[in-house]
């Protein structure tokens, strides 16, 4: 499969405005070529280095970039047009021209050379207390303690890198038990299935709007160690299938939904009905300017916040149900 590569220029001040609008459509995955990453790097005194490589240097007079890549399929084709439609919006509402010039152009990859195309921006990287995230091809650290939890850049994003996914798995790491039941809402990679297994859940459901993610979910489970009996997976919408919730069931110790707000709101009076008395409830993907809408639609479900957590602009949340 090809996959097109999709640049938006923008400017220093308006890379936080961009990706923001981007994970809003779903986007989580992109790449920031800015040239006060170049400025920080020289500033930075503690740094001990002979040379600096041709990447490096390429971003000392770039044009700010944000960089995403979507399949050449209709899925992808309708999601280009989404953020064609949201950048020309901002755009039009930048009157002062602070967020840069705001165009889009394409171009191609390969399929074969999706992974090393992303090699370069996925390192390992420690979470919460006891993960430690990282790609197949860089090794383990000698000695590392942590719990390992592999998960490689795919079409289905989510590999830990974004602040969303962070905040997420902290509280996950902080409220679970061994033992219990967990719910994934928007699986996306797996990636907080896998990581509430590794943190002691018995047991986790998997649910997502796409085969793709299905399938990623399946294969990440498979490649940290986890068999079929442990985990289901569940293709649809919960907010539109009454017959999807009643396959899901209910009786779960804890649900994690890391999405958009527009979803969880609509999710929001479902949450409950999956959950044991008492059951805990971890949301993330909430901008700053969408977070006390959320925090008030679910608690007006019978929920009772319990703790928040902010990182650059992003939000989460840890409720309990009454």
Not at 41 to 55: E, M, P, R, S, V
Not at 211 to 222: A, G, L, P, V, Y
Request: charge should be negative; aromatic fraction near 8%.
């Amino acid at each position: 499969m090809d996959w097109a590569e999709v640049n938006i220029y923008t400017s220093s001040e308006g890379v936080e405005t961009v990706t923001g609008t981007l994970t809003e459509l779903g986007i989580t995955g992109f790449v920031i070529k800015d040239a006060k990453d170049f400025e920080a790097f020289l500033a930075d005194k503690t740094g001990n280095w002979d040379y600096i490589d041709d990447d490096l240097m390429g971003l000392k007079n770039c044009e700010t970039t944000v960089t995403l890549y979507l399949q050449k399929d209709d899925e992808g084709a309708e999601m280009l047009n989404k953020v064609r439609k949201a950048v020309e919006k901002l755009k039009a509402a930048d009157s002062t021209g602070k967020l840069g010039r705001l165009e889009l152009d394409l171009g191609s990859i390969r399929d074969e050379d999706w992974a090393n195309n992303w090699k370069q921006y996925f390192k390992p990287i420690e979470i919460g207390e006891k993960l430690l995230i990282k790609p197949s091809w860089e090794a383990v650290p000698e000695g590392e303690t942590r719990k390992i939890l592999e998960i490689d850049p795919a079409s289905s994003f989510g590999t830990g890198q974004h602040n969303t996914t962070r905040l997420c798995l902290e509280l996950i790491e902080k409220y679970i038990s061994e033992g219990d039941r967990v719910l994934d809402l928007g699986c996306g990679s797996g990636i907080l299935s896998v990581g509430a297994m590794l943190l002691g859940a018995s047991e986790v459901t998997a649910v997502d709007i796409t085969d793709d993610s299905m399938r990623i979910t399946k294969e990440n489970f498979e490649k940290n160690g986890f068999s079929e009996d442990v985990f289901k997976c569940y293709c649809g919408d919960i907010s539109s299938s009454e017959r999807l919730r009643e396959k899901i069931g209910g009786g779960f110790d804890m649900v994690s939904a890391n999405i958009v707000a527009d979803v969880l709101i609509a999710m929001s009076p479902y949450f409950g009905s999956f959950l044991k008395p008492n059951g805990k409830l971890t949301v993330s993907g909430i901008i700053d300017a969408r977070r006390e809408e959320v925090i008030e639609a679910i608690k007006s479900q019978g929920f009772e916040l319990i703790e928040e957590r902010r990182l650059d602009d992003w939000n989460a949340a840890e409720f309990k149900l009454k």
